[in-house]
């Protein structure tokens, strides 16, 4: 008989059964768009509780030294460290979303509810797309968190850019999608085997004659996890669609996809192919530069802030993708959630500037923000300066991180890592000065409750993981060690 265990599965059966009491209470009630909000962080919190339990249980099976029954579901699904910290980081990006977004579900009407829903069910998507120990369940999550993702790009679609980004996402994430299933077929091919640790144990125990179905496959899979994280060169989509949707869920939409994406790809290919590392290392770092580079020149020439932030997040997608390299994921689990945390708290200020609903941020709009509301203006100088990796910093903690992981192997990609570290500080450096130095008195900006409170809590846990790392980083080591 397969083993069950529910309380594996209780985190996003919650997310998906809250989605559907969002529904339920809108037709049959239908409330104000803020108690629909207040629903769905309640709904959040519920997870998360079932999520520490997961925590402790894993914690009491490893101490019984029975770590076997971490994988349920006949093998499909994994309880384990990297899963329980991916979705705990998950939900605290679902909540910080949820309140940044809090303008949009109020400009949305009667159809908050769907938002709120479909944002609810991307978070499901991508917590069963890294728990996943089957490959076609890790695509069956992928599907469920990308098509919701589609969908909150084309909120508002009474405007052309939302419609357009959310055309584009669509049918380019298709593609991506149709190349990470092809190549799960090619690794079942080669190996006989769908679940990542089955594969593992398979890789280390025979030598393959003729392993090109298998490095076929892997090239595949590599091609639809680095469209997901926005890497080069399948980062075509990003600029566009972070300009075009709706500025209250960009942020969300964005920081959600790379955590699922990146602890996926280190569940792939460092938990399951590392016999293979000589061959896929040399292929990731080739895509980590070439992110690296285009991300941060092309960044330099932008006139719209989202678009600089699309760049500047194709060149993190290659600063993460560097732990990966190295073989480590430590590194690569502090850099994705500092990264997704800086991510939404720049995000929330865009939306308080251009509004929720709004499809370009010129950088004009922040000529003199420190007069407008000085609040705003130092959150995302903050912010910004964590992303570019400046010392007491999240940032700059999470890049130490992934290129000492890789100097042993790969020098040359931490040297050029440095390099355009430097190169995209210029950029951040630009919105800053034109933030403080130039413009004259305008009209105040103001800004909701809600936005500010995402604001300073990214901006608080910027500071506090660049300034005492260690909060974070013995709860990635916690989590490594189950």
Do not use: C
Not at 414 to 429: E, M, W
Not at 463 to 476: A, D, H, N, R
């Amino acid at each position: 008989m397969p083993e069950i265990n529910w309380l594996a599965i209780f985190p996003e059966l919650t997310l998906a059964l809250g989605a559907a009491a969002v529904l339920l209470v809108e037709v049959q009630w239908k409330p104000r768009a803020s108690t629909l909000g207040w629903l769905a962080g309640w709904i959040v919190l519920l997870a998360a509780v079932f999520t520490v339990f997961q925590w402790v249980w894993a914690g009491d099976q490893l101490a019984a030294e029975s770590t076997g029954r971490l994988v349920t579901f006949s093998g499909m699904f994994l309880v384990d460290g990297m899963a329980v910290y991916g979705r705990l980081a998950l939900l605290g990006i679902l909540g910080l979303g949820l309140a940044g977004a809090h303008g949009l579900y109020e400009a949305l009407g009667r159809r908050a509810a769907e938002a709120i829903a479909i944002t609810l069910l991307a978070a499901a998507g991508f917590s069963i797309m890294l728990s996943s120990n089957n490959l076609v369940l890790t695509f069956l999550g992928l599907e469920v968190g990308s098509i919701a993702l589609y969908v909150l790009a084309g909120l508002t679609r009474e405007r052309k850019g939302s419609d357009e980004a959310a055309l584009k996402y669509f049918l380019l994430g298709s593609f991506a999608s149709a190349m990470f299933v092809y190549g799960a077929a090619l690794l079942y091919a080669g190996t006989g085997q769908f679940e990542i640790l089955a594969i593992r144990d398979h890789l280390a125990a025979v030598i393959v004659a003729r392993p090109a179905v298998i490095f076929i496959g892997l090239g595949l899979m590599l091609v639809g996890l680095g469209f997901k994280v926005s890497a080069a060169p399948f980062h075509t989509w990003a600029p566009d669609v972070y300009q075009g949707a709706p500025a209250g869920i960009v942020g969300y939409m964005a920081a959600i996809a790379k955590i699922g994406g990146f602890i996926t790809l280190a569940r792939i290919f460092v938990t399951g192919v590392i016999e293979y590392h000589a061959t896929w290392a040399p292929v990731m770092a080739a895509i980590a530069a070439l992110s690296m580079l285009i991300g941060s020149v092309v960044a330099l020439v932008q006139t719209d802030v989202r678009r600089m932030l699309a760049y500047s997040g194709i060149a993190h997608a290659g600063f993460a993708m560097t732990g990966i390299i190295g073989g480590e994921i430590e590194g690569v689990l502090f850099y994705v959630v500092a990264y997704a945390v800086q991510l939404i708290g720049g995000f929330a200020v865009i939306t308080a500037v251009s509004g929720p609903e709004g499809s370009a941020s010129d950088l004009s709009e922040y000529r003199g923000l420190w007069r407008r509301n000085p609040g705003l203006a130092a959150g995302f100088a903050l912010l910004l300066f964590g992303m570019a990796g400046i010392p007491l910093t999240s940032g700059f903690i999470a890049k130490f991180g992934v290129f000492s992981d890789v100097w042993a192997t790969q020098p040359w990609l931490v040297i050029l890592g440095v390099l355009t570290s430097v190169v995209t500080l210029a950029f951040y450096l630009r919105i800053t000065v034109i933030m403080y130095m130039e413009g004259e008195e305008g009209d105040p900006i103001p800004a909701r409750a809600s936005t500010r409170w995402v604001v300073w809590i990214a901006v608080g846990l910027t500071i506090l993981w660049g300034v005492i790392p260690g909060t974070l980083l013995s709860f990635v080591a916690d989590a490594f060690a189950l």
